[in-house]
T-cell receptor
Framework: AQSVTQLDSQVPVFEEAPVELRCNYS??????LFWYVQYPNQGLQLLLK??????LVESINGFEAEFNKSQTSFHLRKPSVHISDTAEYFC????????????FGKGTKLTVNP | GAVVSQHPSWVICKSGTSVKIECRSL??????MFWYRQFPKQSLMLMAT?????????EQGVEKDKFLINHASLTLSTLTVTSAHPEDSSFYIC??????????FGSGTRLTVV
């Protein structure tokens, strides 16, 4: 079975600073990887995903994540954050050829301070 | 496109009563729907996977008789919390598979049992 570890439960940063949210996964088979963002009392919105091909994937709002198979990681980065990026971020994994279900990490609360 | 509408967004019920949560796919057919439960400041825990026209597959430790899932049509899946108790208070979120390894989430239902 697959599992996801998000090492940081909370990450406070100042506006316009860079940020990295860490995600490591464990699986006996190849996986697909996702980052979701959740605002208070709302569902999840997809930020970006890695299915195949280039290991660097980007979102439309400036986030990027790099799949590193040797380190089993999929860290999320943004070079300059905004106040509006304050939210909970979840890393998730789905096994290729598996049951289609997503397994989530515990989430990282990103707080951007002025 | 690919919107899942979840209702109600919040509900308060008395202990011992039942509550039904609905998720509708508005512009696509959802053959597979996932139901998650999220405790405060924690991750999403998959409760069950429902496929249209068949019985739901529950995750280990989830009571089938307490959390009734029905997926009678390609656009509607429901979760009924039967004989609710305060410990069932939580945030419930549905999700549907969309295309190739895409998932869309409902906006969630905050259930409070008093």
């Amino acid at each position: 079975a697959q599992s996801v570890t998000q090492l940081d439960s909370q990450v406070p940063v100042f506006e316009e600073a860079p940020v990295e949210l860490r995600c490591n996964y464990s699986s006996s088979v190849s996986v697909y990887l996702f980052w979701y963002v959740q605002y208070p009392n709302q569902g999840l919105q997809l930020l970006l995903k890695y299915l195949s091909g280039s290991t660097l994937v980007e979102s439309i709002n400036g986030f990027e994540a790099e799949f590193n198979k040797s380190q089993t990681s999929f860290h999320l980065r943004k070079p300059s954050v905004h106040i509006s990026d304050t939210a909970e971020y979840f890393c998730a994994v789905s096994e290729q050829g598996g049951s289609e279900k997503l397994v989530f990490g515990k989430g990282t609360k990103l707080t951007v301070n002025p | 496109g690919a919107v899942v509408s979840q209702h109600p967004s919040w509900v308060i019920c008395k202990s011992g009563t039942s509550v039904k949560i609905e998720c509708r796919s508005l512009d696509f057919q959802a053959t597979t729907m996932f139901w998650y439960r999220q405790f405060p400041k924690q991750s999403l825990m998959l409760m069950a996977t429902s496929n249209e026209g068949s019985k739901a597959t529950y995750e280990q430790g989830v009571e089938k008789d307490k959390f009734l899932i029905n997926h009678a049509s390609l656009t509607l899946s429901t979760l009924t919390v039967t004989s609710a108790h305060p410990e069932d208070s939580s945030f419930y979120i549905c999700s549907a598979r969309v295309g190739l390894y895409g998932y869309t989430f409902g906006s969630g239902t905050r259930l409070t049992v008093v």
